[in-house]
């Protein structure tokens, strides 16, 4: 089990309060989590002791080197990876997404057939539109009323014209956890390439790219206590084969041919940091086997919070709860819902008046939000359970919702 009262101590900004002394309430971790000590020292410690370009022959500039290089190992045990050379660093997960699609216009062709799905966050549908300018037809796997995918409609759909499915792992709008091992089984019966978006997935659960069996994966380390910077996950030896839009002076072999100009060096040490204190809430006797342990916790913790608030809006009659039910616990610790004569936002702003982060619109799952006939409503309320979220939180936020 987790002391989260002890985890709680690491996060200064659970120490905010508002005007009349009320704790602040963080239900916005979809968005983007709070941040531990330990990332916040690693960034700060970062310009006060190492900061300078890399491939230098003085101390902080190979200090430099050796941070980058540890992000990528550590990295590469967050994600399951054979090695750091399979991790490529960005912005964030969308321009890595954009550069990758751009690699790929390079090698299909006119009447290709690309599968994305409804679901999806626009991150991981709008960079593979942009391929219907080259020919590239894409075809979308249908969401249904109940906010889960329809499986049948994607094996109708895939075919020997496939040349890709690009799918999330999970939803950031309504919490589903999409049936991967399904999708992969029947991928696997064609000759296509394999891209999981887990930006919603990976503050939830572990990850292991080799048993995904998947070509390309992509993560947001803000969603899992870190700062603004992302990852894209290639298998080995597929990097290399696509030309990706780089400078004649970068280094051309994988991971690095995809990354454009000087990365972050700062906010990348935060990322590090960032997953040690993940690795560290389990035990084990390598990296990797307590990140595993770590998550089976964090999982379990964030799945009983959620469920508890997903209860008790089951019980208000002015909300109707979108999405899955917590049945299984096959579903992330994110529960979106609308009011019956309340906008979104109206909500979101009274939740703020009680110091509780909440979030409101589509998203960007502008897609799921207009297929649900949501859009004009103005989108869904969401809540999301992090590591550093405690029961009496949820008991607040329901007594606050049942008076709205």
Known sequence: MLDINKIREKFPSLNSKDSNGNDIIYLDGPGGTQVPSNVINGISNYYKKYNANTHGEFITSIETDRIMGELRSKAASLLGAEDGKCISIGQNMTSLNFSLARCLSKIFNEGDELIISELDHEANRGPWKTLEDIGVKIIEIELMPNGELNYDDFSKKINDKTVM?????????????????????????????????????????????????????????????????????????????????????????????????????????????????????????????????????????????????????KKLKNIQIIGPDFSSRKRTPTVSFIHKSKSANEICKELARHNICAWDGHFYALKAIQKLGLEKKGGVTRLGISVYNQSYEIDKTIKILSSI
């Open 165 to 313: 499915v690009a799918v999330g792992m999970s939803s950031n709008a309504l919490g589903t956890m999409n049936k991967i091992d399904r999708i992969r089984d029947i991928v696997k019966k064609y000759k296509c390439l394999f891209l999981l978006d887990a930006v919603h997935y990976a503050p939830h659960f572990s990850i292991d790219v080799k048993k995904l069996d998947c070509d390309f994966l992509l993560c947001s380390a803000y969603k899992f206590y870190g700062p603004h910077m992302s990852f894209l996950y290639s298998r080995p030896g597929l990097l290399d084969k696509l030309d990706a839009d780089r400078l004649i002076v970068q280094d051309q072999d994988a991971p690095y041919r995809i990354e454009t100009g000087t990365l972050n060096h700062a906010a990348c040490h935060g990322v590090s940091k960032a997953i040690d204190f993940i690795s560290e809430l389990g035990i084990g006797t390598n990296y990797r086997e307590k990140i595993i342990d770590s998550y089976k916790k964090l999982s379990s913790h964030e799945f009983n919070l959620a469920s508890q608030l997903f209860d008790g809006l």
